[in-house]
């Protein structure tokens, strides 16, 4: 990895700078086993297996009737009914020859039986079933027919969604080993800041980044540590980094790592370990910075709103997923027919704040690097790349936010 590059130089490609982060992460947290109803959005561990078949028995997977496919002619028939299974009955009986079963679904098909009829293509008479004509196999759920014992289930590396514990809990997994949360520092710099709430004298601004930031981290499954904002003193920058390094798995920070005189943070990080200054080729949010605290990572933000939105989405999440112990870390962007033209080609990546309208990609009006209003309206991220010229209709890639959290 490069040096500081502090007096610029070549823009560093977005892809490769997060490639080179990923190279960096840290080893995942220890492992930690909890119970199911704990582990939504928690990092699996280890490569999860079917401890049974699923279904564990023939079931049938309507409300009907259940039958013998040879018992009934191509013109349909009825037949004498031999009783009733419910969800969570046995099914054990055979099923005589000739009859038909009441069934419902999920109920176990009763050995003989090979074919389920829809109650609704029935006619129900007292003691017997009028069936139309049926195929063999109709509306049964074999045993086995989605996860065998012993399969693969849920692999390592994987974030638990909804989808994935009810799969768990399908098989009776009660517990399961997943990483500590990563717990991340998050910290602002700037002595024009302050909260919301609070008054403003001249030339101060709300901190928004730190409400963005912290939002961000806790919808990633992430433990958030919020430490006070820095002053801009080298000093009390390089006491405060010191506390959270001691307390944390990786520090963020917004704000402090450009050019200017009262930016201390990077000379603190700088005295306290590693620093790595890139100028990214991306709009908004060209200053991006990483270093090494007693061998934590640290990654700096730009200051103005947008840019820190953007450069966390794109170029701090993955890292930190990674450093959860995520293997699927970057996401596929859409094509969509763009809602707007882009004439002019540019030297950086545009990500613009975009929604979707009658199935086209249209734009914000507004999109400066302080403006997170734009960031509101908008559902994703258009990506224009660099020297990328655009027709309206024509192909964009998109970024919804729901892919970012």
Not at 81 to 102: C, D, N, Y
Not at 116 to 129: H, K
Not at 150 to 166: F, I, S, T
Request: hydrophobic letters at 45%.
């Amino acid at each position: 990895m490069s040096g500081c590059g502090c007096g610029g130089g070549d823009l560093r490609p977005v892809d490769e700078a997060v490639a080179l982060l990923l190279e960096r992460a840290p080893q995942a947290p220890a492992v930690e086993w909890v119970p199911l109803s704990e582990a939504l959005g928690r990092v699996l561990a280890e490569e999860q297996f079917a401890a049974i078949d699923l279904p564990a028995w023939d079931n049938s997977a309507m409300d009907g009737y259940a039958l013998r496919a040879a018992d009934v002619p191509a013109q349909g028939a009825s037949l004498p009914l031999a009783g009733r299974i419910a969800a969570g009955e046995a099914g054990s009986t055979p099923l005589p020859a000739g009859h038909a079963v009441r069934i419902f679904t999920g109920a176990p098909i009763p050995p003989g039986a090979d074919t389920v009829v829809p109650q609704e293509r029935c006619e129900a008479m007292p003691g017997e079933v009028r069936v139309p004509p049926v195929q063999l196999g109709d509306h049964v759920r074999r045993r086995g027919e989605e996860v065998r014992r012993g399969e693969p289930l849920v692999e390592a590396g994987k974030r638990l969604r909804p989808q994935e514990l009810g799969l768990l809990a399908s098989v009776g997994i009660a517990r399961v080993p997943v990483h500590r949360r990563l717990r991340v520092g998050l910290l602002s710099s700037g002595d024009e800041l302050r909260e919301p709430g609070e008054p403003l004298g001249p030339g101060q601004i709300y901190n928004a980044n730190r409400y963005t930031l912290c939002g961000l981290l806790r919808s990633l499954g992430l433990d958030v540590q919020d430490y006070a904002v820095l002053v801009d003193e080298l000093a009390a920058s390089r006491d405060a980094l010191s506390l959270a390094v001691s307390e944390c798995d990786v520090l963020v920070s917004s704000g402090g790592v450009s050019v200017g005189e009262e930016d201390h943070l990077k000379n603190a990080i700088r005295e306290l370990g590693e620093l790595h200054l890139w100028r990214l080729a991306i709009q908004p949010g060209k200053p991006l910075a990483y270093g090494e605290i007693d061998g934590k990572p640290w990654l700096g933000l730009p200051g103005n709103p947008a840019a820190a939105l953007i450069t966390a989405l794109v170029v701090m999440r993955p890292f930190l997923l990674r450093a959860q112990g995520v293997r699927e870390v970057l996401p596929a962007p859409l094509a969509l027919p763009a809602g707007f033209a882009w004439p002019q080609p540019r030297s950086r990546r545009q990500y613009l704040r975009a929604r979707l309208e009658a199935g086209r990609v249209v734009l914000h009006p507004d999109q400066g690097s302080a403006m997170l209003r734009a960031a509101s309206w908008a559902d994703g991220l258009a990506l224009v790349e660099i020297g990328q010229t655009l027709e309206e209709g024509q192909p964009v890639a998109f970024l919804p936010f729901a892919e970012l959290s």
